[in-house]
């Protein structure tokens, strides 16, 4: 008997009971099921949930296997095996095999965990509420190991991820009622409660911890280390990478954010399929370097001198806040959330602004966050509903106020 | 409980439960937030609201009768404040460094709702000796969830419990911490509290139906 038989018939065994569920979401996961319908009249529409998350997954993709290469360079670069890279966005360093596989198997593990866990409490809370599995995890799964630090341990992954889906989604009534994005839920659940392990020079190259450990315990190794961007840029130092290097992505950081590159052709894959928000990317771009281009008028002013301690952060180009940190990623596939983001085309303009706006002036004034784009889309994430509700509002007024002038 | 009445016995034990006034009447959060980091701050708290409120209660209870009802609030905070200023000297003077934990959360004791709310819907109706037992059964109700928020919040936190190391040392990397466990720290910031507070109301609703309201 095949795999699809054999779970047909569990699920016709378990009908009804307890577990019914369960089945039912594997059953449809992997095969189409046997009762559909042949003929008729439906309304047929291509992109149902799964569809639409599928989608997203495709267009994440290339950046979780640049991910991997770049897990491998960053820790072959520190380690002093390779040169830097010379010639673009090819270049024979980077893409090597040896590359792939340090990043490979340090990233499965972590894509593993995340989708273990998160669907294994969605099986649970399915099973203990009577309802059918929802297919609410499918991106969440795989936007979490691209957000979070390549050497983070396993079994803190594991505890965010319990907390990110019961707390941020399933205590509102699961998939499609979460008021924050779950994804993000689980970072700054990490983020607060293991900051060590989110931020620093350690965390973010692979290897280094393991290295300093080893070090402490009296081993004879050189010592690597790879602060982000943003972190070294609010300890007031200088930029160490090309601007060619921020924008393809050979930078240290969370695994699936750093190539701008590639999320850019992952936004434009999102709009061109229709399943994100080009009004949300778009405004919160705009929102981002409107609040670049005032800080930078700030210090040309020279209302901020050298000596300040937000100089560095205020007096780099607007521009390259849109490629350094986790922006560009947050705003392409998380601020686009349906779920979360507003729903209203006029919202969502203020919605994204609002997003850029936020991110940069916490990434400037708050040098102990510097990933803002997280705090502003959780912040954004919970103003969404209000937006909503004014841009409704207004709208009612405007229509009415043309209903008087015509019976007037 | 052979020494009191079945109803005198309800009056402390429904406070503890189904009538809970943190979980249940969803009064007294501020505190319950902000000092439940350690547990030995939730207990000296949970102590010092059962002295306040027990005394309290069976003051107001004697005064029920010869208060005025137009001054009963500024009659009530008089009463309060004097025992909580009584309950903060003492801990200053034989406990002067978990005071300072402490630090404004004893004082803020005379504008914590449980108080205000048992004085006028219950000392001021009833004799002294129900209102002793009330206030004692709505501090031990506040006690209870401060404990078990605080207990949560210092082991998971801390790793430690009444400042002992249960878990281990996480310097010296002993016990839990051997294995590379580590201390939550966002056990340790008030969000988390909130969120405890929210697990408990949660299990608690999801065990008796009947005390989800609409």
């Not at chain 1, 004879?220 to 990478?241: C, F, H, P, R, V």
């Not at chain 2, 016995?9 to 959060?29: A, C, F």
């Not at chain 2, 004097?82 to 402490?102: C, R």
Request: hydrophobic residues 50%; aromatic residues 10%; glycine residues 10%.
């Amino acid at each position: 008997m095949s795999l699809k038989s054999n779970l047909h018939n569990l699920k016709e065994k378990y009908k009804g009971t307890k577990m019914a569920p369960a089945f039912n979401a594997l059953h449809t996961f992997l095969y189409t099921p046997n009762d559909t319908t042949h003929n008729g009249t439906h309304i047929k529409a291509a992109d149902d949930l799964k569809r639409t998350m599928n989608t997203v997954i495709m267009a994440m993709l290339p950046c979780l296997i640049f991910g991997m290469f770049n897990a491998g360079y960053q820790h072959n670069l520190a380690v002093g095996d390779i040169q830097a890279v010379t010639s673009g966005f090819f270049s024979s360093e980077f893409w090597t095999l040896d590359n792939f596989m340090i990043g490979f198997w340090k990233i499965i593990p972590l894509v593993i965990v995340s989708y273990g866990v998160g669907l294994g409490v969605e099986f649970l809370f399915a099973i203990i509420k009577k309802h059918e599995v929802e297919e609410g995890y499918l991106v969440t799964g795989m936007l979490v190991p691209l957000i979070v630090p390549i050497d983070i341990p396993l079994w803190m992954l594991a505890i965010a991820v319990i907390f990110g889906v019961v707390i941020g989604k399933e205590v509102f009534g699961g998939t499609g009622m979460n008021i924050l994005n779950p994804a993000l839920t689980i970072r700054a659940f990490l983020f607060f409660a293991y900051p060590t392990w989110m931020s620093g020079d350690k965390v973010w190259v692979e290897g280094a911890v393991q290295r300093t450990k080893d070090i402490a315990a009296g081993a004879n190794l050189d010592a690597i280390s790879g602060e982000t961007i943003l972190g070294s840029l609010a300890q007031g130092k200088d930029m160490a990478y090309s601007v060619s290097d921020m924008f393809f992505g050979f930078i240290p950081g969370s695994i699936g954010e750093t190539s701008t590159l590639l999320i850019i052709l992952g936004g434009l894959f999102l709009i061109f399929t229709k399943i994100g928000s080009w009004r949300i990317m778009l405004s919160s771009v705009l929102g981002a370097i409107t609040m670049g281009l005032i800080f930078n008028q700030v210090v040309s002013a020279g209302i901020i001198t050298e000596s300040s301690k937000f100089y560095t952060l205020m007096s780099t180009p607007f521009w390259q806040h849109l490629i350094i940190g986790g922006f560009a990623f947050g705003v392409v596939f998380m601020a686009t959330d349906p779920v979360t983001a507003s729903q209203t085309n006029i919202g969502k303009w203020y919605y994204g602004f609002f997003i850029g706006f936020i991110s940069i002036l916490i990434r400037v004034f708050n040098p102990a966050y510097p990933e803002g784009v997280m705090l502003a889309i959780l912040l954004m994430n919970v103003f969404a509903p209000t937006i909503d509700h004014y841009v409704i509002q207004g709208n009612i007024k405007q229509r009415l106020k043309r209903l008087k002038v015509k019976t007037a | 409980m052979g020494l009191l009445s079945k109803k005198d016995s309800k009056l402390i034990l429904d406070p503890l439960t189904d009538n809970n006034p943190i979980t249940i009447q969803v009064l007294g959060i501020c505190s319950a937030l902000a000092i439940t980091a350690q547990l030995k701050a939730s207990i000296v708290m949970a102590l010092s609201v059962m002295a306040v409120l027990a005394v309290g209660n069976v003051v107001i209870s004697l005064m029920r009768n010869i208060i005025p009802s137009k001054i009963r609030i500024i009659t009530q905070l008089v009463v309060v404040a004097a025992l909580v200023i009584i309950v903060d000297q003492i801990l200053k003077a034989f406990s002067y460094e978990l005071s300072k934990t402490l630090s404004v959360f004893v004082g803020l004791i005379i504008t914590n709702c449980i108080i205000m709310g048992r004085f006028e819907a219950f000392a001021l109706a009833n004799g002294p000796w129900k209102s002793f037992l009330d206030g004692i059964g709505n501090a031990a109700g506040y006690g209870l969830i401060l404990v078990i928020v605080g207990f949560f919040r210092e082991l998971l936190g801390s790793g430690t419990l009444l400042g002992f190391k249960v878990l281990g040392d996480p310097i010296e990397k002993t016990g839990l911490y051997a294995l590379g466990y580590e201390n939550n720290g966002f056990m340790l910031l008030s969000p988390m509290a909130l969120i405890v507070l929210g697990i408990i109301i949660w299990i608690q609703r999801s065990r008796n139906k009947a005390l989800i309201e609409d």
